[in-house]
Every structure is written in structure tokens, then in C-alpha cells.
Nanobody, 123 residues
Framework: QVQLVESGGGLVQAGDSLRLSCAASGRTFSTYYMGWFRQPPGKEREFVAGISYSGGFKHYRGSVRGRFTISRDNAKDTVFLQMNSLKPEDTAVYFC????????????????WGQGTQVTVSS
């Protein structure tokens, strides 16, 4: 099993940047495919970005491509989400997720979740 703890959320203005971190503990981090999801107020949880075990493959939802960058440091058991040019519609609780299977883009494909971190973008 793996335990996940997110950090780095906060209140920012449109156009600002934030970097989210997700620290993992437990089973070997490099065996997990990692994802970031978000849940906007009153909406369902949605995929944001995913990264493969060694970091060689990354994918994003269309609305964040070119603004957000997912990365991982397997030596530090941490995955990151660099968010630039933030927009009010990026406001959500952001969750880190992990699974042994490759490439999931829906919440039910991930077996492990962090508690979430709030990101609020004001206009």
C-alpha cells in the first residue's frame, strides 16, 4: 500500500502560479502510476494529469495542457503539479492518486488517494 499527502494549495489571483506536491510513503513509489485529479465546487472529480512510473509518459486534460506540468522525483517519493497561468475555473480541491496499473484517467482506476488540497483562484 501507499499513503499520499498533498501540499501547496492556496488562494491566488488569476495568472499566478502554484506548485502542488504529493509525498508518498509505503510501498516502492516507482511502481505506481501517479495522477492528479480535481473536484470543482458542486462538480464531480475530474482527471487533470497523469505520469508513468519513470516519468517518461505524461498526459493532461485539454483545458490545462500547456499551463500545467506534472513531474515526479522517485528518489524523493514525490509527484508535483506545476500550475501556471491559473484561471478562476481551476478552483477546486486537488487530489493526488496512485495505482499500479498504467494510464488511468478516471477516479475508479486509482486505488489510493490523498486527502486533497484546496486551490482557489480569484479573478
Amino acid at each position: 500500500q501507499v499513503q499520499l499527502v498533498e501540499s501547496g494549495g492556496g488562494l491566488v489571483q488569476a495568472g499566478d502560479s502554484l506548485r502542488l506536491s504529493c509525498a508518498a510513503s509505503g510501498r516502492t513509489f516507482s511502481t505506481y502510476y501517479m495522477g492528479w485529479f480535481r473536484q470543482p465546487p458542486g462538480k464531480e472529480r475530474e482527471f487533470v494529469a497523469g505520469i508513468s512510473y519513470s516519468g517518461g509518459f505524461k498526459h493532461y486534460r485539454g483545458s490545462v495542457r500547456g499551463r500545467f506540468t506534472i513531474s515526479r522525483d522517485n528518489a524523493k517519493d514525490t509527484v508535483f503539479l506545476q500550475m501556471n497561468s491559473l484561471k478562476p475555473e481551476d478552483t477546486a480541491v486537488y487530489f493526488c492518486a496512485a495505482d499500479l496499473a498504467f494510464g488511468g484517467m478516471t477516479p475508479d482506476q486509482y486505488g489510493y488517494w490523498g486527502q486533497g488540497t484546496q486551490v482557489t483562484v480569484s479573478s
